[in-house]
């Protein structure tokens, strides 16, 4: 059985939800809108109904375009008094998600594809406007001077609202009475950064490289649970729109999202389980880190950014259409297809074992498949070849009986031996065994005649799988195997 102590438990939700008042709503909109904006007489005990109010409005559905704007004549802004950046803001991006986003409306959008079109460039876009006399604050820009170049464009029906709605601010409001406090500048600016975790994958970085403020960190005990979200808003529910969950591990639950700024498609994979102590989240983290350590190669899925959040480790990906598991992809595969995600996978691990690191966990779940080219994703397992790193393997039924007796010197030869029982499980279209005779033979590379596929093929699966790892291919072997002559002579 698969032994991954980071990732166990059950999913926590934690959607804050609170009632609200109708000015606290159109007050929110605001923020969400354009600016934000909070009366510095308001308490700072309300953070939390503050955090219910924006995620509420992050939740419900994409108001139509006339009726999320706030209502001109808004009292908070119409009373002159001072206002400061809201300290929860300066926690959560600041950007106008277009009203049709959440659809794909108004892109010229293949669901196919990951990166659909972004919209046309309208000839009025905001970002070229120049507004001299409405404050106009970007809570994610470097400074707070009053540049006002907001960061997003928008589509010309926000465009129009967007710029009624400041045209009237600035005429409620007096000039000269906002101002952004230097204490909300440093707020948005934290006096320490989160902590920069040193890369087991990444040789020859120095630990002053990687993490400047490390001496000054060590005063600061109790930090690095705050990078859990500390602050109580998702940047999950800001940044991304959800659609549905496309699936789900012993330890993982993965999402097909929308990210609000790109109008992008990605997948996101999030821990089940709170990782509560340093340890789980050290351990899930190696996951992404193997990830970033490898870069690109088009048969591994693409990584793009990580964080914490309640304790929860999100990691956003490239998404694909499906996994090879026999859930996702009931029907036999040919020969041809066969060698094609055979040459695919081998293509991916000779890069993963050139580049120092061992997968351990290969298996059809883990092998993905975007519009017919074939990636490996799940590096949950992933580990380094020289055996400087601990080993946790994979699934039992993919792996060598040498790595189930905590022999550790071949670890590429153990990625080899899952790669053959993978393809021998496509082909059969059954689950390989958990137990029993069959599974020993199996073991050894044993296994009945497979029909309708060539000895070639067969003898190679063999030899993948033989019980000794020095016997097996390596992966650089196996990709220049003339079985797949034909296939090389066509891509060159
Ligand atoms: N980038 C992706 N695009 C599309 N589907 C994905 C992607 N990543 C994961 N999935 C789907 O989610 C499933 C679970 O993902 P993953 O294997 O990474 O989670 P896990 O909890 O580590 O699983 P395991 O039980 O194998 O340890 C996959 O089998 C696949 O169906
Ligand atoms: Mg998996």
């Not at 026999?326 to 297809?337: G, Y």
Request: hydrophobic content about 35%; aromatic content about 8%.
């Amino acid at each position: 059985m698969k032994r991954k102590s980071h990732k166990i438990g059950k999913k926590q939700s934690r959607k804050m939800k609170g009632a609200l008042s109708n000015s606290t709503t159109r007050h929110l909109q605001l923020q969400l809108g354009q600016v934000s904006l909070i009366p510095l007489n308001q308490p700072s005990s309300t953070t939390s109904s503050d955090v219910s109010c924006f995620q509420n409005l992050l939740d419900s559905e994409p108001p139509n375009t006339s009726s999320s704007r706030v209502p001109l004549t808004d009292d908070s802004f119409a009373d002159g008094r001072d206002c400061i950046l809201s300290q929860d803001f300066f926690c959560t991006p600041d950007y106008i998600t277009p009203d049709n986003q959440h659809t794909l409306n108004g892109f010229d959008c293949d669901m196919d594809t990951p990166c659909p079109k972004s919209p046309e460039k309208l000839s009025t876009t905001k970002s070229k406007r120049c507004r001299p006399d409405v404050m106009s604050v970007q809570p994610l820009s470097p400074t707070f001077s009053g540049d006002h170049q907001p960061a997003v464009e928008l589509g010309k029906d926000s465009f129009a609202d967007e710029f009624a709605f400041e045209k009237t601010i600035a005429a409620a409001k007096p000039k000269g009475q906002n101002y952004v406090s230097q204490s909300a500048i440093a707020l948005r600016f934290r006096v320490m950064p989160p902590p920069c975790f040193r890369n087991p994958f990444l040789e020859d970085v120095t630990e002053k490289e990687i993490d400047p403020f490390g001496n000054q960190r060590l005063k600061c005990a109790g930090l690095f649970p705050a990078i859990s979200g500390g602050d109580g808003l998702s940047r999950y529910r800001a940044d991304f729109h959800e659609f549905e969950q496309i699936g789900g591990g012993n330890f993982s639950h993965v999402f097909k999202v929308l990210k609000r700024l790109d109008g992008c498609l990605y997948a996101v994979k999030r821990s089940i389980r709170p990782l509560r102590l340093e340890t789980e989240r050290t351990k899930a983290l190696m996951e992404v880190q193997a990830l970033a350590a490898l870069g690109l190669h088009q048969n591994i899925v693409s990584y793009y950014s990580s964080w914490f959040e309640n304790e929860q480790l999100y990691i956003q990906m490239e998404l694909c259409d499906h996994s090879l598991s026999i859930r996702k992809c009931p029907e036999a595969f040919t020969e041809a297809q066969v060698l094609d995600a055979l040459f695919q996978v081998a293509n991916a691990l000779q890069f993963i074992h050139e580049k120092g690191m061992a997968h351990l966990d290969v298996k059809p779940n883990n092998i993905y498949v975007k519009g017919g080219v074939y990636k490996l994703g799940d590096f949950g397992c992933a580990t380094l070849l020289d055996g400087s790193l601990p080993i946790e393997e994979g699934d039992a039924r993919y792996m060598p009986q040498e790595i189930l007796n905590e022999n550790y010197d071949h670890l590429d030869k153990v990625d080899i031996f899952s790669l053959g029982a993978s393809i021998y499980e496509l082909i059969r279209r059954l689950p390989l065994p958990e137990s029993g005779c069959q599974y020993f033979n199996l073991k050894e590379g044993k296994f009945p005649l497979l029909p309708g596929h060539s000895l070639h093929l067969q003898n190679l699966l063999k030899v993948m799988m033989d019980p000794d790892p020095v016997k097996r291919p390596s992966a650089r072997e196996l990709v220049e195997n003339p079985i797949f002559c034909k296939k090389t002579q066509r891509i060159a």
